[in-house]
């Protein structure tokens, strides 16, 4: 079969025939076990998404759930109705599988990347992702430890040179006693009547969905092998330099890199040693045996004059660089990063969407939950690093404190909270048992005494705006001034005003159809029940 790059491309034809849904639905739900509790349901894609090329869906439709799932939900992703996410990191904090998500989605070239891993001895499963990007997968026969997977997952992407691709799973845990959810990846295989969301061989072929279920199970790796997987570098070029400056130099620098390249690889130098001259005969020198071709002299003379003036940082979050930082690698070696954006690894940025939201963080590999001062303000955040997870770490230059976090902003996971989790949901709550309290009555002289009144006649209840504003008050909830409560009221179904003659004074209210009350609960009879 031809080699499929575009996002219009169409999967391998399935074995058989008319596919046996229940059956391979059984065979894919054991391959990416993952939290049974928690899934994902992405519709049918609507849209491409600006010059990225990337489909998206309505992002209203895009749902996370919290329930135990299935073969049920598989069988209907197989079918084409919905698209199943699948959340790699179990309640135990372990995971099964893996996956590079590489978001290229103009013009990637699958089957050159399923030949690379396969070089690499990497024992990965390349697939097509909905719009034309890439999941790189593995599979494991026994359980490992979330942490340690997410961390050897981003050292194998900064190799691949896709440094800053995210991986799964995103957490190195999950704070369930606080709302967290765990991240989800979409799964492949969705509609296999028209399948654009497939696996590749070592060859660079689609493989049918059969013919990925028995290489998935082929493939199972254990923790022990996988842990030690290492990708070809060029240390000995670059003894005691940053990994991406030796993964580069092990590849080649071509043409549009080389600028870029060789100013960092002067920094390194400079590191190294205190004289210009051996300092530029190390460049000079990288240049004419790793660029090709080489940076003409004059170029070159410009980047090692600049070097020897002072003692520049890492270009860390510039290209090439940041698409083979391994930070926590650097960190540890003689000439590597010792200020900058790579200083310390902060990643997996989620968001529980209460009111105020609430904030979780990896931070050298570990969870940890903060408020939207915490991510703007570093001596806050610092202060939460202690107290959370026992570490200081060092201050960023402001500016790029604000690169870190933009970045993390750009693939943040937002998790839905349940409306009783918002202000808005609290609210409506206490609205409830302002209008169902025990002392609201049919008096209509109640309103003067700040109680509700209700209408048998047309079944309503009315009050006044202070009334229902000093209850919540009482009940310490202080985010709503006056106008926020006449807002959120207008927002109930069959809200109106009303202005009522109560004892020759006009008096203005609010009325809302009333609410529905739970009778008394029926208590069961707890006591002993003799045999006789």
């Known amino acids: 079969m031809a080699n499929v790059r575009d996002t219009g491309s169409k999967g391998p034809a399935q074995r058989g025939g008319v596919p046996d849904y229940a059956k391979l639905a059984e065979e894919m739900y054991a391959i990416f076990s993952g939290h049974a509790e928690e899934w994902g349901k992405y519709p049918r894609p609507t849209a491409i998404k600006g010059d990225t090329g990337k489909q998206v869906a309505d992002v209203d439709s895009i749902k996370t759930i919290r329930s135990t799932w299935g073969v049920a939900e598989w069988e209907s992703h197989l079918r084409g109705e919905f698209g199943l996410g699948v959340v790699p990191i179990r309640t135990d904090n372990t995971c099964l599988w893996g996956a590079l998500d590489l978001d290229v989605y103009k013009g990637f070239d699958h089957p050159a990347m399923a030949r690379r891993l396969r070089s690499l001895g990497l024992p990965f499963t390349a697939g097509r992702t909905k719009s034309g990007g890439c999941h790189a997968w593995v599979f494991f026969s026994s359980p490992v430890p979330a942490k340690e997977l997410k961390q050897k997952l981003h050292e194998i992407a900064a190799g691949l040179g896709h440094g800053k691709c995210e991986v799964f799973p995103k957490q190195s ?3 369930v006693d606080r709302g967290e959810m765990g991240c989800w990846l979409n799964m492949p ?6 399948p654009t969301r497939f696996a590749y061989d070592d060859n660079g072929k689609p493989l049918s969905i059969q013919e990925f279920i028995a290489r998935a199970k082929a493939s199972r790796t254990t923790w022990d092998k996988f842990e030690k997987l290492t990708l070809p570098t060029d240390e000995g070029l670059l003894p005691g330099g940053p990994p991406c400056l030796q993964y ?6 071509p043409d549009g890199m080389r600028n870029a390249v060789l100013f960092n690889v002067g920094v390194y130098a400079r590191a190294r040693w205190p004289e210009r001259e051996l300092v530029q005969k190390f460049v000079e020198k990288f240049n004419n045996d790793v660029c090709d071709p080489p940076l003409p002299a004059s170029e070159l003379m410009n980047i090692t004059n600049s070097n020897n003036k002072k003692e520049y940082r890492y270009q860390c979050q510039q290209v090439p660089l940041c698409s083979f930082c391994n930070a926590p690698v650097c960190r540890t070696r003689e000439f590597g990063v010792k200020t900058g954006p790579g200083m310390i690894t902060i990643d997996a940025l989620s968001m529980l969407a209460t009111d105020p939201p609430i904030w979780f963080i990896d931070v050298e590999g570990e969870r940890m939950e903060c408020t939207t001062e915490d991510i703007q303000n570093q001596i806050r955040f610092q202060r939460r690093c202690m107290e959370q997870i026992q570490i200081m770490p060092p201050r960023y230059p402001e500016k790029d404190w604000q690169q870190v976090i933009q970045n993390l902003m750009e693939n943040v996971t937002i998790i839905p909270a349940p409306q009783e989790a918002t202000v808005k949901g609290e609210f409506f709550i206490l609205l409830e048992e302002f209008c169902t309290q025990q002392s609201v009555g049919a008096d209509i002289d109640r309103v003067f005494s700040g109680q509700p009144y209700k209408d048998d006649e047309d ?9 229902l504003l000093g209850y919540i008050q009482r009940r310490g909830f202080k985010d709503y001034r006056a106008a926020h ?3 959120r009221l207008r927002e109930v179904e069959g809200h ?5 003659n109560i004892k020759g004074k006009f008096v203005n209210l609010w009325s809302l159809p009333a609410f529905k009350e739970v009778g008394p609960l029926e208590i069961p009879d707890l006591r002993e029940k003799k045999p006789y």
């Open 485 to 487: 409560v006449a807002a």
């Open 459 to 467: 079944d309503r209840i009315y009050f006044r705006l202070h009334d």
């Open 496 to 500: 109106a005003r009303a202005s009522k």
């Open 248 to 253: 580069i130099a092990k590849q080649g620098v």
């Open 173 to 175: 845990r999950v704070i």
């Open 189 to 194: 295989y969705f509609d296999l009547s028209n």
